[in-house]
C-alpha cells in the first residue's frame, strides 16, 4: 500500500500556474485483475492547457486508464503524481473533490431534472432545509455562460439533443471546478456542427488552464485541437508525441501494430444499371418528405447529411419499424406492402441500426440465438421446435465466415466487442438471405481494425449483388465505400452525387441547404 | 479510510460463463432445498414420509402451476399481479357452471380454464394494445376479477358440487389400499395425486417450449431486447400475450383444482396467490428485468417455499412467524443473486 494515500480532504494551496506545468502525471501503472493484465508499465502525463489524446484500439486499455484517474480503479503498481502530490483516489468522489473529472460517453444525467438541478446535484445551494432555487438557477447561468452556451437553466435535460447535453456534463465539470477534464468520445454522436461548438469550447477551457483527456476513434478530427497523443496497444504503451509531429497514419499503424496502407479496402464490386431497391415519393409527415432514390445490384449507396436530416427515419420506414404516409418502394421489380419490420424481412430487407446495444442485440442472450432470431423457421421443424444441430451449424458458419472473435457461440453477446457485435447482426441477416442490408452508422464506437473488417464485407455483399446502403455521419468513410451518395437535408434528398466526382465541401454544401455548388449538377 | 476497503469490485472476478452460473445458481436453491428436507426431517418425525412427501407435493401444485406462468410472464419483462384473483373467479365459474347450469365437470372446468385464459387475454391487450404498464394493466385485472367472483357468487361459497367435482382436487393415480382383517382399509400407498401429476407434465411442456421451441426463445428476446426483437421479426405483442393468456390459463386451472380439493368454490379463495407464484420465480433466479429465468429453477422456487410452509407447521411455527421465515428467504436469495451478478 502506497504512503501517499490522501488525509481526508486536505488539498494544497497551490497557485494557478503557467500553461505546460504538469498538471497529472501517471507513471509506470500496471492495473492487474485475476487472470488479466489490463495496464502494464503506461506512462501518461497531462500537461496545464493541453488537449492529451489516448488512442488506441478496443481493449487497448484506454477505459482501464481512465479509470484509475478518475479513481474507479486503484492500479495495481505504478505512481499518481497530480499537482506535484503523489495520490490515490480511493474513490470517484475523491478524484472529483480534487479537480479531476469525467464525461462519459454514455451521459449522466437526470433526464427529468433541470438543466440547473443537474448541474448542482447533490450540492444544491439551500436555504435551511430548502433548495434555495434563485442561487440554484444563478449559480447555473454563470456556469454554462462561462461556456459560451444558450441553454436555459430551468429547462429539462430530456428537452436537450445530445450535444446540449454534453455541455450540461461540461459545465458540472467547471461548477465543480475540475482541473483534469476526461472526455470519452465526445463527438461519437454529434453532428459537424455540434462538433464545432464543442472544439470552440475545448479551445477556451485550455485557454483557461484546464488539461483535457480526450478518447475518440475519428482520428480525422483530432488535428484541430489535439496537443499531443498517447498510444496504447494491448495494455502496453507505445509512445507519447507532439501531434504536431506525427500524422494519422502513424497513430493508427502504432494502434494496430502494422502499418494500414488503406483505412477502405479496394472496392471490388462494380455497379451495374439492374435496380433491386428503388422507392418514390417517401413521405412521413415531420421526419421526411417526397424521397426518391434507386439502389443497383452492385453498388454501395451512401445516405450522408446532418444528425435529423432524415437518413435514419427514411431507413426505418423503409423497414417497416415507423409507418410511411405515402410513397412506393420497389424491390427487384416488386411493389412491397410493408406494414411492420417481419413484412420487410420477409420481403428480403434488412436493417443494421445505428444503436447496437438498444435496438441491434438481445444483449443477454448467446451469440447463436441472436444470430437466427430473424429466421428461426430455419433452424426448426414444423412443430416450432428448434433443430439444434441446424442451429449450431449455422451459428458456426457465420462466426467463421465474419471472422468473429468469440470464445464459443453460447457467449453472451454484452461480453463481445464492438466490432464482433456488429458482424453478428451482419451474420443474423446474412442467415436470412437478405437482399439489401441498411447499415446505419455500422463502425460507430468501433476499432479501426474491425472497421476495416466491416468494410470489407460490406463490399463483398456488394460483389455479391446484395444492395448495401450504407448512413454514415463521416464523411471520409461515405466517400471511401460508397458509389453514389445521397445528400439529406431537412427531411429530403439535396442532391445525389457521384462518389468519384465529389468531396467532401461538396457534400456538406448539399448537406447544409445551399444546394449545387457552383456549376456543378 | 484504507486502501483495502476502497477497492472496487473487479470485473474480472467470478469470471464464470452464464451457463455455469446457471449451474451455480440451481444447485445454491437445491441446496438449500435438501439443507430445509434435512433439517425437517430431524426435527419432526413425520415429515420425512411418503404420506407427507405428497401432501407437500399436493400444497406446492397450485404455486408451481402460478409460478410457471409468472416465470414465462417475466421474462417478457412483465408481471402478472391478478392470478389470485382469477383463479378464484375460474374457479367459482366452473362451480356455478355444474350448480346453476348443470354442465358435465369436465365441460364446467374447461369454462373456468376459458375465463381465466380470457382474463390473461385482456391482460395481453391492454399491455401491447393500449401501452399500460404490466404492474397497472394486471392490478386493475386483480381488482375487477376479485369483484365479478363476489358479485356473481353474491360473497357465499358454493357447495353442494356433487363428489365428482372432487375428482380431479382429491383423486390420486396408482392409489393402494387393502382391506385388514378387521375390515377396515389400510392404506398401503397414497398414490400420486392428479394435481401433482399435472403440475409435472404442465413443467415438462413449459420448459420445453421455453428451452426447444421457436416460441420460447422468441420469449427471451423480447425480455432481453424487445426493440432489437421486433427489428428482427419477432412478432413481439403477440408473444408478449401469449405469456399472459398462458399465466391466466393456468391460473385458471389452479382455480379449478384447489375448489375441487375442497369441492367447494370460494370467492374469497387465493389471496395473494400471486405473491407466492412472483417469489417461487424469483428464488428460482428468474430476473425482474426480464430475459432470464428457467422452468426448474421455478420448481425449486416453489418446493422450497412448500417445504418451509409444511416443515414450520410440522414443527407448530404460528401462521405469523413463517410469514416472517419466507419473507427473509426471499430477500436472501435475491440477495445472493445479486451478489453473484455483481460485476
Known amino acids: ?521 | 479510510m484504507t486502501m483495502t476497503v476502497a477497492t472496487p469490485p473487479s470485473p474480472a472476478r467470478g469470471r464464470l460463463t452464464d451457463r455455469q452460473k446457471d449451474i451455480v445458481q440451481k444447485f445454491a436453491a437445491l441446496g438449500s432445498l435438501l439443507v430445509l428436507i434435512v433439517v425437517f426431517s430431524l426435527t419432526s418425525n413425520a415429515f420425512f414420509t411418503v404420506n407427507n412427501g405428497m401432501t407437500i407435493a399436493l400444497q406446492v401444485t397450485s404455486i408451481a402451476l402460478l409460478g410457471i406462468g409468472a416465470t414465462c410472464v417475466i421474462i417478457t419483462g412483465g408481471i402478472d399481479l391478478s392470478v389470485g384473483s382469477v383463479l378464484a373467479l375460474s374457479g367459482v365459474v366452473a362451480a356455478l357452471a355444474v350448480k346453476e347450469l348443470g354442465l358435465a365437470v369436465p365441460v364446467a372446468m374447461m369454462l373456468g380454464i376459458l375465463t381465466g385464459a380470457f382474463c390473461g387475454l385482456i391482460n395481453g391487450i391492454l399491455v401491447t394494445r393500449m401501452r399500460l404498464p404490466p404492474f397497472i394493466a394486471t392490478l386493475g385485472m386483480m381488482l375487477i376479477a376479485r369483484g365479478v367472483a363476489l358479485q356473481i357468487t353474491g360473497a357465499r361459497a358454493v357447495s353442494g358440487l356433487g363428489e365428482s367435482f372432487g375428482v380431479l382436487g382429491n383423486g390420486a393415480l396408482f392409489r393402494i389400499v387393502t382391506i385388514g382383517d378387521d375390515g377396515f382399509p389400510t392404506v398401503v400407498f397414497p398414490g400420486i395425486p392428479y394435481p401433482v401429476i399435472l403440475m409435472v407434465v404442465i413443467a415438462l411442456a413449459v420448459s420445453l417450449m421455453l428451452n426447444r421451441s421457436v416460441l420460447g426463445r422468441h420469449i427471451y428476446a423480447v425480455g432481453s431486447n424487445a426493440e432489437a426483437a421486433r427489428l428482427s421479426g419477432v412478432n413481439v405483442a403477440g408473444v408478449t400475450r401469449f405469456t399472459y393468456v398462458l399465466s391466466g390459463s393456468l391460473a385458471g386451472l389452479t382455480g379449478c383444482v384447489l375448489m375441487s380439493r375442497l369441492v367447494t368454490a370460494q370467492p374469497n379463495e387465493g389471496v395473494m396467490y400471486e405473491l407466492d407464484a412472483i417469489a417461487s420465480a424469483v428464488i428460482g433466479g428468474t430476473s425482474l428485468i426480464g430475459g432470464v429465468g428457467t422452468m426448474s429453477g421455478t420448481f425449486i422456487g416453489s418446493f422450497v417455499i412448500g417445504i418451509l410452509r409444511n416443515g414450520l407447521n410440522m414443527n407448530g411455527v404460528s401462521a405469523f412467524t413463517q410469514q416472517i421465515i419466507i419473507g427473509l428467504v426471499i430477500l436472501l436469495t435475491v440477495w445472493i443473486d445479486q451478489l453473484r451478478n455483481r460485476r
Open chain 1, 1 to 521: 500500500m502506497p504512503n501517499g494515500a490522501i488525509a481526508g480532504g486536505r488539498i494544497d494551496a497551490s497557485q494557478p500556474a503557467a500553461a505546460g506545468e504538469t498538471l497529472l502525471s501517471l507513471e509506470n501503472i500496471s492495473k492487474e485483475f485475476p487472470g488479466v493484465k489490463a495496464l502494464q508499465g503506461v506512462h501518461f502525463n497531462l500537461r496545464r492547457g493541453e488537449v492529451h489524446a489516448v488512442c488506441g484500439e478496443n481493449g487497448a486499455g484506454k477505459s482501464t486508464l481512465m479509470k484509475i484517474i478518475s479513481g474507479v480503479y486503484t492500479p495495481t503498481s505504478g505512481r499518481i503524481v497530480y499537482k506535484g502530490t503523489a495520490r490515490s483516489f480511493a474513490s470517484p468522489l475523491e478524484a472529483e473533490a480534487l479537480g479531476i473529472a469525467i464525461i462519459h460517453q454514455e451521459l449522466n444525467l437526470i433526464p427529468h431534472l433541470s438543466v440547473a438541478e443537474n448541474i448542482y446535484l447533490a450540492r444544491e445551494p439551500r436555504r435551511g432545509f430548502l433548495v434555495d432555487r434563485k442561487a440554484l438557477k444563478a449559480n447555473a447561468q454563470t456556469c454554462l455562460d462561462r461556456l459560451g452556451v444558450a441553454i436555459e437553466p430551468e429547462r429539462r435535460v430530456r428537452e436537450l439533443s445530445v450535444a446540449q447535453c454534453q455541455m450540461v456534463e461540461i459545465a458540472k465539470a467547471l461548477s465543480l471546478n475540475a482541473e483534469v477534464l476526461i472526455m470519452d468520445e465526445p463527438t461519437s454522436s454529434l453532428t459537424e456542427q455540434e462538433t464545432r461548438l464543442l472544439f470552440k469550447v475545448i479551445h477556451d477551457l485550455k485557454a483557461s488552464g484546464v488539461g483535457i483527456v480526450y478518447i475518440s476513434h475519428r482520428l480525422d478530427e483530432m488535428a484541430e485541437i489535439v496537443d499531443r497523443v498517447t498510444v496504447l496497444r494491448d495494455g502496453r504503451y507505445v509512445a507519447t508525441d507532439d501531434f504536431a509531429a506525427t500524422n494519422v497514419d502513424e497513430i493508427v499503424s502504432r494502434m494496430v501494430g502494422r502499418s494500414l496502407e488503406e483505412k477502405f479496402p479496394e472496392r471490388t464490386s462494380r455497379p451495374t444499371r439492374d435496380v433491386i431497391l428503388a422507392a418514390r415519393g417517401l413521405t412521413r409527415r415531420g421526419a421526411f418528405h417526397d424521397i426518391d432514390f434507386e439502389l443497383r445490384r452492385g453498388e454501395i449507396l451512401g445516405f450522408a447529411g446532418l444528425m435529423d436530416a432524415g437518413r435514419t427515419e427514411v431507413a426505418r420506414a423503409i423497414f417497416g419499424a415507423d409507418a410511411l404516409d405515402a410513397g412506393a418502394i420497389t424491390l427487384e421489380g416488386r411493389q412491397l406492402d410493408i406494414r411492420s419490420p417481419r413484412d420487410a424481412i420477409a420481403a428480403g430487407l434488412a436493417y443494421l441500426s445505428e444503436d447496437r446495444k438498444a435496438q441491434g442485440l438481445a444483449v443477454k442472450m448467446p451469440v447463436d440465438a441472436n444470430m437466427t432470431l430473424a429466421n428461426m423457421d430455419e433452424v426448426s421443424n414444423r412443430f416450432g421446435l428448434i433443430d439444434f444441430v441446424k442451429h449450431a451449424k449455422a451459428a458456426r458458419h457465420y462466426i467463421d465466415l465474419l471472422s468473429i472473435k468469440t470464445p464459443s457461440a453460447s457467449q453472451p453477446v454484452r461480453l463481445l466487442s464492438g466490432g464482433n457485435q456488429q458482424k453478428i447482426i451482419i451474420g443474423k441477416w446474412l442467415f436470412r438471405q437478405s437482399r439489401v442490408l441498411i447499415f446505419d452508422e455500422p463502425t460507430r464506437g468501433i476499432d479501426v481494425g474491425a472497421k476495416f473488417a466491416i468494410y470489407q464485407i460490406m463490399d463483398e455483399l456488394a460483389a455479391k449483388g446484395i444492395g448495401v446502403i450504407l448512413i454514415s455521419s463521416e464523411l471520409p468513410e461515405v466517400l471511401g465505400m460508397t458509389d453514389r451518395i445521397a445528400v439529406f437535408h431537412q427531411g429530403r434528398i439535396a442532391g445525389v452525387l457521384e462518389t468519384a466526382a465529389t468531396s467532401q465541401e461538396e457534400i456538406m454544401h448539399y448537406a447544409s441547404g445551399y444546394g449545387p455548388a457552383g456549376s456543378r449538377d
